[in-house]
């Protein structure tokens, strides 16, 4: 038995209606992206935002959070149930220190400025965003306060999305990633071996063709479909899980450049598998989940960027692609390899190559730094955002669109998220040389050999979902937290040598 | 404003997150039975269960029973907030009767029973599904009994499906159907005039050709796909609502018989539209759904029988069934409406016609009085379902699947939902009746002009939602309850003239 304490499954017994709740919200968040009708949207509003205003109510009942507190004071609870009160007591922590007018005003300020950030973008006008963005930002700074932070404001919000990251870490990481990163950069595209484009990038697909696809890809991923996994079609990519045998992914079909909704397929793959291999015996509990941002996008960059775009497994799914996309037939397996592997600076953060995309994460953290610590003024924003990306890229904006008003993120208010995704590909480089003790990886892949990939993340990452924090989990697993040597050795063996 | 008096609408706040629960339980039962992966209902199960007694707890608080109680004394209560504390204290009545030992017994014992159910009757095995259908009829009348009855203890279960029917109307009109039924059949049968069988019954045909036929018919009935609703495939055709503006529907391509799947999305139609229907105000409040099983079978059973199975619909669609199934093109508009009107008597329900249909029916609820009345016992129902199947049809089982197996109803422990089935049919002529007042039913459908019979059905029934119980609706709306009358005419002017 992995719970036996009693305390614990005390809690764990009035958990389950809270995990019900979240799986209802996930039920309801899938069919939002994919299925429902248009309108049906005012019915969902109303009933999420009861939902969550009820659980909030069921994590701060006083018997809950009395239980809670009297576990954490238990002296003998083992590894899964020590992570049961970890994550509880966050958890509580977090929505006890927000004031009920701050959280119903970052969601007004935040519903009202998705809408306006659309309208903004598609008008190319800043102005018009900058109010909301002001606010969202001044809420935040707010937030930060009351929940607690060290060093910087930063500190808490990053803690939020990753747990335990505090801003000396990103900026460690991120000093230590930068000139090797421009180094990197300048040497890749002077040496010209791996092009800036690519005629297949212009070439159109027919989606059902493509679906067939990425199916088979599934399927040598022994990806449950149908059993305990979907593929479903959405504007945006996604994976979501209903619980440890419930794991969906979506993809979508832009008809033109096939590597994209491929690669969309593969990093959600990653993250869906991270949910499959949880230990089912965690299963209705606060840790039967992925543990944080970083540690998910770990495991979706690794199978996007390791796996996926690789040499040896371009030659194990060529067969597969000759097979479906007639216009293959023109093209070498090394061709198509080149094709995955583009590099080229350039101006919009969701289209990078793997060599190019940190950079877009670092301009960012470093603006909601300096935001957060009102250093600068949204009204600096743009002329700072072009300056970095010339200094960063060697490019710049011509619009708003393209430059301040191109990601989604601070509009929803989620400040602090953007290091993580630096985290996953820091992680998934440093995954590659762990794993690379026990298995020859590209040639498990050139042989299709997945399963001896999944269960090696199984056993160091994956069954334990949030047993451990996440400094302590890659400790455990790869014997150090996040790295970024790894990262900038990975990608210069790949497109140097 | 529809809501005025403050008492209720403190009772509508508080009522936000029952609603909230059960539409994510409508998600949630929609997903299950639509896209779910396999394994997901382990999941799902956990989820649901915690949430129905999530539900029953919201709904038993003693805050919520005293405000309703409250608001039940009030005088001055207008038609819609009457009907909100109506629909309330009937479940609070029903909830607090039913003791929690009998409802998880029930449960548990339905759960089961449907398992083996499903077994028996592909086994063919009386005896291997008799202990769970006796216990179920005993707990059933324990649960009547706790509930309470006046005269038949199947009162307190009809009242569950058809709130205010009692066994003396159920006796009252299957009494008047009956023998008025018989004659028909007979009569019918003999004349010869609509056949027995017909060869398009044998043919093959796409379902995707056919799921474009299904959706041009829906555009034709301006059902809104995509905007408030969906049409998707399961297993058994099903409506369900999210809310007054996400209503969807299933139907299923057998791929062969093409007028089965295109009567079951017309029969579907028919329910979802009551729900569109209704007035938005209502939204989010225990009024805002259809009011009773029969009620709503009436306006499902409108729309496949008076509507679609006419000669007027017949010619109408017979165009976008020659554009789109081939094998049409060789039958004339005439052969269709015979092909889509064959009668004869037969052994299963789901496949019966709408002469011989309402047998099926009088044949269950005479055998549901009659064991919850203990009069007979379990081991005599497949004699007694033999020869009154030859009393009413003249036809007898050879098996037991088709037969007392053939059902899944008493196995889920719906006891006293058969009789709403022929309520509705009864309806549906009733409707025809008064409608005739106003619209020429066949000229307009002939026409296409079918949003003014919608708006009749809309001012007269949908709009209500749940505001009177069914008797006082029906009065308001035609004059009369329930009246088995207007059926026999409404068969012998179309079978027999």
């Known amino acids: 038995m992995v719970f036996e304490n009693p305390l614990i499954k005390e ?4 958990y389950r209606l809270i995990w019900a709740i979240g799986h209802a919200s996930s039920v309801m968040g899938w069919d939002s992206e994919t299925y429902m009708p248009t309108e049906g949207v005012k019915d969902r509003a109303v009933a999420r935002a009861e939902l969550s205003l009820l659980h909030q109510q069921l994590i701060l009942k006083p018997e809950f959070v009395e239980l809670v507190e009297k576990a954490g004071q238990q002296e003998d609870l083992n590894d899964y149930e020590k992570g049961v009160v970890r994550v509880l007591q966050r958890e509580i922590k977090i929505m006890k220190a927000l ?17 306006v950030w659309r309208e903004a973008k598609s008008r190319n006008d800043f102005n018009m965003f900058k109010p909301y963005l002001a606010k969202i930002f001044d809420l935040s700074r707010k937030a930060a306060d009351y929940i607690g932070w060290e060093k910087h404001p930063y500190d808490a919000l990053l803690d939020m999305y990753e747990e335990g990251l505090r801003t000396k870490d990103v900026v460690n990481l991120f000093d230590g990633l930068k000139p090797s990163l421009k180094q990197l950069i300048v040497k890749v595209t002077s040496a010209g071996k791996y092009p800036r484009e690519h005629e297949l990038e212009k070439i159109a697909y027919e989606p059902s063709k493509m679906e067939i696809v990425n199916k088979k890809i599934l399927e040598f991923f022994k990806f449950p479909l149908g059993k305990r996994a979907r593929l479903d079609v959405s504007a945006h990519p996604f994976t979501i899980d209903m619980g440890i ?6 993809t979508r079909y832009e008809g033109v450049d096939f590597k994209r909704t491929m690669f969309s397929v593969i990093h959600e793959f990653g993250h869906a598998l991270y949910q499959l291999q949880i230990d089912p015996a965690l299963s209705y509990t606060p840790i039967g989940s992925g543990v ?3 540690v998910h996008e770990g495991q979706s960059r690794f199978w996007e960027n390791i796996v996926g775009r690789s040499k040896s497994f371009t030659e194990f799914i060529y067969p597969v692609l000759k097979e479906n996309l007639e216009f293959v037939r023109k093209y070498t397996p090394e061709d198509i390899y080149y094709y995955f592997n583009t590099v080229r600076p350039s ?3 969701v289209d990078a190559d793997e060599v190019t995309y940190n950079m877009h994460i670092l301009l960012r953290a470093e603006l909601e730094m300096l935001m957060l610590n009102n250093e600068i003024k949204v009204d600096d924003l743009p002329e700072l955002w072009s300056c970095k990306m010339d200094e960063l890229l060697g490019v710049k904006p011509k619009t708003y669109a393209e430059g301040v008003l191109q990601d989604i993120h601070w509009s929803m208010g989620s400040i602090g998220y953007f290091p993580t995704y630096t985290l996953g590909n820091l992680l998934s480089a440093q995954m590659r040389y762990a794993m ?11 042989n299709g050999e997945f399963d001896r990939i999944q269960e090696w993340q199984k056993e160091r990452i994956h069954k334990w979902g949030a047993t451990y924090p996440p400094k302590q989990l890659l400790e455990k697993a790869l014997g150090e937290s996040y790295n970024s040597e790894y990262l900038v050795k990975y990608l210069s063996e790949k497109y140097l040598s």
């Open 11 to 14: 809690i764990l017994e009035k």
């Open 99 to 115: 004031p009920p007018w701050l959280v119903a005003e970052l969601s007004k300020t935040t519903q009202e400025a998705m809408v």
């Open 245 to 250: 045998h419930d794991v969906r992914i979506t």
């Open 292 to 294: 944080s941002l970083g």
């Open 347 to 349: 101006l919009i953060r």
């Open 436 to 446: 690379s003790k026990d298995i020859r990886l590209e040639e498990a892949v050139g």
